[in-house]
């Protein structure tokens, strides 16, 4: 049952496909029907998000679906472990936004105990990562993409319909005094808003 649940998750997925030299490859449920094996598996841990971007979401928000039809903290561990057993070796966490979500340090810790399971990363749009980027590195966080639309405060306030650019971009500078290098920005490119893209390292 959970193969063919798999196998239906990776046929829908939108995720980097990496062929990598296993036993049995062709046959994991982990092969799609190009013949590609996806080891790099993304887990949305909410709906929820602190910011209503232009492009994501409406200034209202959305309907959310009902907290005991989410995964639980064990659910998410336990689907994690069965990917990682087919040959999964890293998970990104998203959202929404994961660090709305309460667990979230507890999650990444909880992964970092799989077997197997080389690298957690994390999406985020930034906006609470001074408070809690350093709890997530001590529970083993490798690798941060960081979204920012622009690099200018009032066009970051148009985007988003929030205040808090100045947050995200200390958000990016402590991520940075940590030792996460690169820290990968992600950027949606829009008509009359785009800017000109800026390496962000130490």
């Known amino acids: 049952m959970y193969q063919s649940f798999i196998r239906n998750i990776v046929a829908r997925s939108k995720s980097t496909q990496t062929v990598i030299p296993i036993q049995k490859e062709e046959s994991s449920p982990l092969t799609d029907l190009f013949g590609r094996f996806h080891n790099y598996l993304r887990i949305s841990l909410t709906e929820r ?14 309907h959310l ?14 689907l994690a472990r069965l990917f990682v057993k087919e040959g999964v070796t890293k998970i990104r966490l998203t959202g929404g936004e994961p660090t709305v979500r309460r667990d979230l340090v507890d999650i990444v810790a909880s992964l970092k105990q799989i077997n197997g399971l080389e690298t957690v990363a994390m999406t985020t749009n930034g906006l609470v990562l001074t408070r809690q980027l350093v709890a997530l590195q001590r529970a083993g966080l490798d690798v941060l993409n960081i979204s920012l639309d622009t690099l200018k405060s009032d066009k970051y306030e148009k985007i988003t ?32 808003l785009s800017y000109e893209c800026r390496v962000m390292s130490d």
């Open 161 to 192: 319909r929030r205040k808090g650019f100045d947050k995200v971009t200390m958000g990016i500078d402590l991520a940075l005094q940590l030792g996460y290098n690169p820290v990968k920005i992600n950027c949606v490119v829009m008509k009359g």
């Open 65 to 78: 679906t009902l907290k005991q039809h989410l995964l639980t903290t064990e659910e998410v561990i336990r």
């Open 49 to 62: 998000c602190n910011l209503r971007c232009q492009y994501c979401m409406p200034a209202e928000g959305v």
